[in-house]
């Protein structure tokens, strides 16, 4: 495995990333690529790099400005071998190959120490604008992070632009492991990315005794093995002969199985640590890596929250997740009766679609998902909660978690947006909606929303008669032509409610559904007149006028009224043809309803 390290002018200015074997990568200054941002020098998509597992080759792109630089002369292609390095700008570009294993025979240290959370407060900065400076920049580094091994790199880089005297840092994760004879768990270690301050070629070899201990006791642990022999190559941290390393887990059960490791030389830095040798010297920067460990658990917990809320999404509505975010969940979910809008919408044309792709199902999979995300969007960009999915047919309601006034103006907008979006489809012959149609059922009542179903499985949808009328009308628009059907309750509150240059309303029929005593007043929801000028607000009121006329019994007076209706208004004829059926005569102890034969 290869390693290309960057160095910038500055410390901090660097970062060590693995190579993928045949898979060519981009340098350069642009956000989602290897990018370097400290160095205006570099393009934003600078050069392509190829790692075969013997060499890395390097090509300079046609929009770079500045050349690369190998073996102090310019060149637009090179090849470089491992321990060998190019520059561009200000910016050095090092291969190295090396392997980070964790030893398990570590030597015993002279010296362990624990430093628990209290001990640390009490420990003050001698410089702490540097170390601020850096903490202040750990929300941007994780949120930037596009996956955790892009956030494992950067949070080593920070770790050594933070703690001057360590070598090298890391970052470790912890495993239980599999079940060993005896019931025993053989732990395992991994080492998610490391780096060092100075470019080396020896192998990363930390303690796994360390490692251990310190997520044991989830607190820091230092150990120092200072005293052992100079020149005698050692394997508890680095071939480097070490002086100490200490490991912090990242804190919270919330947080991965991660941990901190950092390990160096108490005088590898005589400027700054004249003779040093104190393990005491290293607090400060424990309990930075600490602060540093803690801050980085937070904004972890808070991205999988963020990750768990957007998986959520795709069970919940925003407005049931809105509420759970400031509500007690078990509150908010459990069942409760409270007044509804109940929408219901069928696709049609599926089974004439089904024989023409029987050969392609997978294809018909994917225009069937595509209908009813044409439904559940509406429903949800009203506001609404989307209810439960039965075949190709959708159910939404409105009123719950949160009763709102307008709740019915939402539903309304609902339908009419699912008829436009569908009207407008069917005419687009070689569009994936082609084909398709919708009808839609709304009534509004008294329901149980909420959690509801068994022990072992629930969904939070919407229970009562009212949930069953909508579905009926929705049946019942394949009978009359007629997009969108109302009840009685929806159509009075949206003649109440909702502003002709929204919606109108037209009642149809008195009907009595298939397996129901009472009989109901259906109405079709229409759009404005400006935008279905096929039925202008005249015509609407000469269908008024022949539907009273029809339920009082002047059957004559409503056929000559239905006639004058467009011919194109296939919903009339449902009244027209059921009045020729019955020669134009009210049957005796007539009750102005019609009784339906089938749902």
């Not at 995300?373 to 409105?398: C, H, K, P, R, S």
Request: charged fraction near 20%; charge should be negative.
């Amino acid at each position: 495995m290869a390693d290309l390290i960057a160095q910038g002018e500055q410390l901090s200015q660097r970062w060590r990333r693995v190579l993928p074997e045949g898979d060519p990568v981009t340098l350069g200054r642009a956000p989602g690529i290897w990018a370097v941002p400290w160095d205006p020098l570099i393009s934003r998509h600078h050069a392509d790099l190829v790692w075969n597992g013997n060499q890395l080759s390097v090509t300079q792109l046609s929009e770079a400005r500045n050349p690369l630089f190998f073996r102090g002369k310019p060149c637009d292609r090179l090849t470089l071998q491992p321990g060998e390095h190019f520059v561009i700008g200000d910016t050095s570009f090092t291969l190295t190959v090396q392997r980070a294993d964790v030893v398990a025979d570590a030597p015993m240290p002279v010296q362990q120490q624990a430093f628990s959370s209290q001990y640390l407060k009490a420990i003050a900065f001698r410089n702490p604008d540097h170390r601020l400076e850096i903490l202040s920049r750990l929300p941007e580094v994780i949120s930037g992070a596009t996956d955790d091994k892009e956030l494992c790199v950067r949070l080593v880089s920070m770790l050594l632009a933070g703690v001057p005297r360590t070598e090298t840092a890391a970052v470790v994760t912890t495993d239980p492991g599999a079940a060993q004879p005896g019931g025993d768990r053989r732990p395992e270690i991994a080492v998610l990315h490391w780096d060092q301050r100075r470019v080396a070629h020896e192998d990363f070899r930390p303690s796994q005794r360390l490692i251990l201990e310190a997520t044991r006791q989830g607190q820091s642990i230092l150990h120092v093995w200072e005293g052992a022999e100079p020149n005698a190559p050692q394997p508890f941290t680095a071939r480097g002969n070490f002086d100490w390393a200490f490991c912090t887990p990242l804190p919270g059960p919330g947080s991965p199985a991660w941990a901190l490791y950092l390990a160096g030389r108490f005088q590898s830095d005589p400027t700054t640590l004249p003779g040093s040798s104190d393990p005491s010297d290293l607090r400060e920067d424990v309990k930075f890596t600490e602060l540093m460990a803690t801050v980085a658990s937070s904004l972890l917990e808070m991205r999988r929250l963020q990750r768990r809320q957007t998986a959520l999404s795709q069970f919940f509505s925003p407005v049931v997740l809105n509420t759970l975010s400031v509500e007690d969940p078990d509150l908010v979910l459990a069942p409760r009766q409270t007044e509804v809008s109940v929408l219901f919408c069928d696709l049609r044309g599926f089974s004439r679609e089904s024989e023409r792709s029987a050969g392609n199902l997978l294809d018909l999979l994917d225009r069937v998902s595509e209908a009813l995300g044409v439904m559940t969007y509406q429903i949800l960009n009203e506001g609404g909660v989307v209810g439960d999915f039965q075949g190709d047919a959708a159910m939404g309601f409105w009123g719950w978690p949160i009763k709102s006034d307008d709740d019915v103006l939402k539903t309304c907008r609902a339908a009419l947006a699912i008829r436009d979006k569908f009207e407008w489809a069917a005419r687009q012959s070689a569009g994936s909606l082609a084909g398709f149609n919708a009808g839609v059922g709304v009534a509004t009542g008294q329901a149980v929303a909420g959690k509801i179903g068994t022990v072992d499985q629930v969904k939070v949808t919407v229970f009562g008669p009212v949930v069953n009328l909508a579905s009926r009308l929705e049946g019942m628009t394949k009978v009359l032509h007629a997009p969108i059907l109302l009840d009685e309750v929806t159509a009075r509150a949206v003649r109440q409610q909702v502003p002709p240059e929204v919606a109108r309303i037209r009642r149809i029929a008195k009907v009595s559904p298939y397996g129901m005593e009472a009989a109901i007043e259906i109405s079709e929801l229409l759009p404005p007149e400006d935008q279905f000028p096929q039925l202008s607000n005249q015509h609407l009121a000469v269908g008024e006028k022949a539907l009273d006329a029809f339920l009082a019994g002047d059957w004559a007076s409503a056929y000559d009224l239905l006639r004058r209706m467009p011919t194109e208004d296939r919903v009339s004829d449902f009244l027209t043809v059921y009045i020729a059926q019955h020669n134009r005569s009210a049957p005796p102890g007539w009750d102005g309803a019609i009784r339906l034969s089938a749902k």
